[in-house]
């Protein structure tokens, strides 16, 4: 399996954290160089390991905050 390299380009914010220290993010990411997108996720600290999650584009994020803005 290739390595995921990764840059946490902003963290936007953490919106919650488990007992063991992990938490759950909504970071601006680039995967492998590739541009930026929104990214929700689950973290391990010091970000050494991460949880399976989603990434968005800025117009799919935008979508989703009208959707919960209602």
């Known amino acids: 399996m290739a390595e995921i390299k ?3 380009i902003e ?3 953490i919106i919650s954290e ?3 220290g ?3 993010e909504l970071n601006l990411i680039s995967w492998n160089g590739k541009e930026p997108k929104y990214d929700l ?3 391990a600290p010091n970000k050494e390991k ?3 999650g989603i ?3 800025k117009e799919e994020l935008e979508s989703l ?3 919960l803005n209602l």
């Open 50 to 52: 991460m949880g399976k």
């Open 18 to 20: 488990s007992p063991k």
């Open 6 to 8: 990764f840059e946490v």
């Open 11 to 13: 963290q936007i914010g």
């Open 65 to 67: 905050k009208r959707m």
């Open 22 to 24: 992990w938490t759950k």
């Open 55 to 57: 990434t968005l584009s």
């Open 41 to 43: 996720r689950d973290w």
